[in-house]
Every structure is written in structure tokens, then in C-alpha cells.
């Protein structure tokens, strides 16, 4: 058979990767697919590097209209990024009758319902195993691997730039702006880092997950997003002394009140094996009522580890090219009149525990009055932890940190809780709020 033909819009740090692999592996990747898949047309805006990465047998062009409209071509891969003319550019191949393979998280979060939708009436396929996790194989695991179970709940490092960032400042004592620096230079940053350090790329892939795992739409617009910036290196120290690690964790649940979406710092116990999940590398840990718990653990960018994921999605792609639609896997695992409207919970209905950190007065009472107010608030308190005055140096020496573990509470109570702790003149600093999982 003749093999089936893909069109790459994009060859940068995943394309080119793709192209590598898919060359160097292509025999073995062929006895799996039942036949050869070959990109045969690249699209670039700089044309002369594009060439000198695939060679002068493939045809390079700086128009992504023009490999779309190629007859010859059968999948069009989306490797550009963002949600702007790689929108444009998705909805243009399907509306060809081309399948599509994408590794923008960003893009199937926001504009995931219109693309899937019109995928499903136009019977191709998009598939996004890079979107998610890299390398990790988490979409094929949630949409097939776990298809028995109720979800339960999954839980991931899923933005290997920001556990880069928390890993080194808390090995290395490094600062927050020295290691972003290095993760741009080693590449696992988004074009716009702000999308890693502030949670928001880690907030789209939990959303495609979501989906998934609890057969809903996507909603982007729904996810509670919270990043690492404030983070201070107190915190992780702290953390540390009462046995957890901060890690930026993004958070689906099924509860009685809806689904849980939110991306937030998070205090988890030092014990379990995603605490000691270091570096850019990733791992999403998903929660079945049969299965139990299980962990994914790998690469989740890079050049390499995400063409992986892309290539996976080629060769499935290709073994079911010729099947009918009906027969291949749902785009979000469930089948498009099966989706439901559970809701997505608001952020202020969320139960979970708390980490607080106080900068008060070092003053006899103050603790006193912070705890009677979280008891007055029905908060139950955990562990309490009061930094030695000794340890604070200079000017600071009559003040003092008191870090407080709670009990499970809904964050509008603790919101409330904390405004009127906030109000306290002895609570000298802004306070401190590190949602805390236990992941048992
Ligand atoms: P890069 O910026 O390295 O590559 C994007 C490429 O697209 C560049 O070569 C760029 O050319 C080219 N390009 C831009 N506009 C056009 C256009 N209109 N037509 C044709 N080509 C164009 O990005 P990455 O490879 O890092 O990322 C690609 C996608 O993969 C993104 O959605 C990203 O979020 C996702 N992803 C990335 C991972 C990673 O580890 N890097 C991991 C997982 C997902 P030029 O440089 O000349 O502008
Ligand atoms: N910027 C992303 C990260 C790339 O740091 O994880 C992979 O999606």
C-alpha cells in the first residue's frame, strides 16, 4: 500500500522533532501502522531552515494554505502554536477532509467544542496526544486504558517549566527569575512564559483532560487558575519542615455539587511518589473507582518526547483511516450525544485543606486571636508551626511567622476566615494560602 502522506505546518522545536523521529524509526513505525507514513510537505515561515531540517527531498513552502489544499496530502499535522492562525489553519484542513494531529493545548481548550464539532460532521479525526503531559501517553490512558471506570479524580504535574522553577529554587536556593531564564534557554517555556508561571498552559491541559475523564465539554473559561509567582522561598522551606512539597498541581474531580477544575500551588505530602516528580519532567496521577489509583510518569516537553505523542497519533490515525467513522474512539472518549452538562464547581464551593502563612507581631496573644478566629469560622485546625524569632534577622526580629495546617473547609469560609485574620494589626503581611491535597 502506498504510504499515507502528512503535511507539517510549523517544523520548529516539535515539528522538527517529528520529522527526525518519524524518519529514523520508519520501519518500525511502519510495521505497526500497516503501512509508511511519509511528511511530504512542510510549511514554514523560514523557508531555507525549514529546508536544511528536512532535507531536499520535501517540499518546504512558507504558505500553510498551500499544503492543506494538496490533494496528495491526508493529515495535516498543526505545530505553530496559539490560538491564531493555527485556528484558522485546523478548521481550514477538516473543512478539507483532512485529519488533523496537534499538539496546541491552548487551542482544542478554547476552541475545542467548534473543532471537535466540526471534525465529527465533516468524519475526520484531531487527535492531540502532544497536547497533553508530552510523552506521556495520558489521553490514550484516559480515553482507552481506563474506559471501565468511573473517574474519580486525576491530579498532574503537567507544566514541566514551573516544576523546573519549584525544583531548583528548592534544591538550589536559586530565585524564581534566575531558573525561568534557564527553562527558556533549555526550551520546555511556551512562547509567552507567562502562560507557564502563571498556570494557565497547565490550565488547558487539565481542561482537555476534564473533558475526557468526566465526558463534558471543554471549558477553559471555567478553571480556577492560580501560578507559582508568588510562591516565596519561606514557603517551600516550611512546607518541607511539616513533610510536604509544593508542587503546581492541575485538579479534576467529580463531586456531588459538579466537577472541580482549578490549577493551584499545592501542598502535597512528601511521601508520595508525584512530591518527588523533579525537574521539567511530568506525571498526572487518575483515580478510577475500579482500577484505584494509578501514576504517569515521563517527559512532558521537548523536542523528541513530544513527537512521540505525535506519532502515536499518525500511526492511529492510519490504521483507522480507512475505518468507518462510527468505529474509531470519540474525540473526547465519550460519544458526542453522551456529553453532559455536570457543572463546573464555582471556586468558592471547593473543599480541601489549607496551608497559611502569617507574618504576625511576636506579641503574646496573637496566636491566640488567629486561631480563635478559625475556630469561631468552624475551621479545625491541623498542625500549627511557629517559626523561633532568632531565626528572623534585623528589623524583623520582633516579628514572626506562624504557619498553620487546617482541616478540610469550603473556600468561601476560609475566605472569609482569612479576611478577618487580614484585619488583625498584629498580621503584619499579606497572608499566605497554599491549598494543600493529601492524594491518599
Ligand atoms: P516553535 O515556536 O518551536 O515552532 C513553531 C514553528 O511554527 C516555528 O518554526 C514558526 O516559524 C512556525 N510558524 C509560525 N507561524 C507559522 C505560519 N503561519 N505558517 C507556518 N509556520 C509557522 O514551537 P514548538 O514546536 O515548541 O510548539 C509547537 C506546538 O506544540 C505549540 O502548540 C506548543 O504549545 C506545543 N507543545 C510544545 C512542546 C514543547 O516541548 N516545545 C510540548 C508540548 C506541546 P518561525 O520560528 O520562523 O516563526
Ligand atoms: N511549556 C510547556 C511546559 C511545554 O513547560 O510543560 C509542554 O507543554
Redesign the pocket.
Known amino acids: 500500500m502506498k504510504p499515507i502522506q502528512v503535511g507539517l ?7 522538527s522533532g517529528t520529522f527526525n523521529v518519524l524518519k529514523r524509526n520508519q520501519q518500525e513505525i511502519q510495521g505497526r501502522a500497516g503501512r509508511g507514513i511519509e511528511i511530504t510537505m512542510v ?4 523557508v531555507a ?2 529546508q536544511s531540517v528536512v532535507g531536499p527531498d520535501v517540499k518546504v513552502v ?1 504558505d ?1 494554505r498551500a499544503v492543506i489544499a494538496n490533494p496528495d496530502i491526508d493529515i495535516v499535522i498543526e ?4 490560538y491564531g ?2 485556528k484558522a489553519l485546523v478548521l481550514e484542513a477538516i473543512a478539507a477532509g483532512k485529519h488533523v494531529v ?6 482544542l481548550a478554547v476552541h475545542g467544542t467548534e473543532i471537535f464539532a466540526a471534525a465529527s460532521a465533516k468524519g475526520v479525526m484531531v487527535a492531540f496526544e ?2 497533553v503531559a ?1 510523552g506521556i501517553p495520558i489521553i490514550k490512558a484516559l480515553r482507552e486504558g481506563l474506559t471501565a471506570n468511573r473517574i474519580q479524580w486525576i491530579a498532574g504535574i503537567i507544566n514541566g517549566t514551573t516544576n523546573f522553577i519549584l525544583s531548583e529554587m528548592r534544591d538550589k536556593g536559586l530565585d524564581f527569575d534566575v531558573v525561568l531564564k534557564e527553562a527558556q534557554r533549555l ?2 517555556a ?2 509567552d512564559p507567562t502562560f507557564d508561571i502563571e498556570g494557565v498552559d497547565a490550565a488547558h491541559k487539565v481542561t482537555l483532560m476534564s473533558a475526557i475523564a468526566f465526558g463534558i465539554p471543554v471549558q477553559f473559561d471555567k478553571a480556577y487558575v492560580e501560578g507559582i509567582t508568588k510562591l516565596g522561598a519561606a514557603d517551600i522551606k516550611y512546607a518541607e519542615q511539616l513533610g510536604y512539597r509544593i508542587k503546581l498541581l492541575g485538579i479534576t474531580k467529580r463531586t456531588a455539587a459538579g466537577i472541580e477544575l482549578r490549577v493551584h500551588p499545592t501542598l502535597v505530602p512528601a511521601k508520595r511518589l508525584i512530591a518527588n516528580v523533579e525537574g521539567a519532567m511530568n506525571a498526572v496521577m487518575a483515580h478510577g473507582d475500579a482500577v484505584g489509583t494509578t501514576l504517569y510518569y515521563g517527559k ?4 523528541e ?2 513527537a512521540s505523542a505525535v506519532i502515536a497519533d499518525l500511526v492511529d490515525i492510519t490504521r483507522l483511516h480507512t475505518a468507518d467513522a462510527a468505529q474509531r474512539v470519540p474525540h473526547l472518549a465519550f460519544q458526542p450525544d453522551a456529553i453532559s452538562n455536570t457543572p463546573v464547581v464555582a471556586m468558592s464551593e471547593v473543599v480541601t485543606s489549607y496551608y497559611l502563612r502569617l507574618r504576625v507581631a511576636d506579641e503574646a496573644g496573637v496566636l491566640a486571636k488567629v486561631t480563635g478566629l478559625l475556630a469561631e469560622a468552624g475551621i479545625s485546625i491541623d498542625a500549627v508551626l511557629q517559626r523561633e524569632a532568632d531565626e528572623i534577622s534585623g528589623e524583623a526580629a520582633t516579628q514572626t511567622d506562624v504557619i498553620i495546617l487546617t482541616h478540610d473547609c469550603a473556600e468561601a469560609k476560609m475566605n472569609a476566615a482569612l479576611a478577618q485574620m487580614q484585619a488583625l494589626p498584629t498580621v503584619l503581611q499579606p497572608i499566605t494560602r497554599i491549598r494543600k491535597e493529601e492524594l491518599a
Not at 505546518?9 to 515539528?15: E, K, N
Not at 510549511?43 to 523560514?46: E, G, Q
Not at 496537534?102 to 487551542?107: D, E, P
Open positions: 505546518l510549523g517544523i520548529g522545536t516539535v515539528g510549511a514554514d515561515l523560514d531552515r525549514a512558507n500553510a505545530l505553530i502554536g496559539g492562525i493555527a496537534t499538539a496546541n493545548k491552548a487551542l502532544a497536547a508530552g526550551g520546555y511556551e512562547a512532558g516537553a521537548g523536542s518526547p513530544t
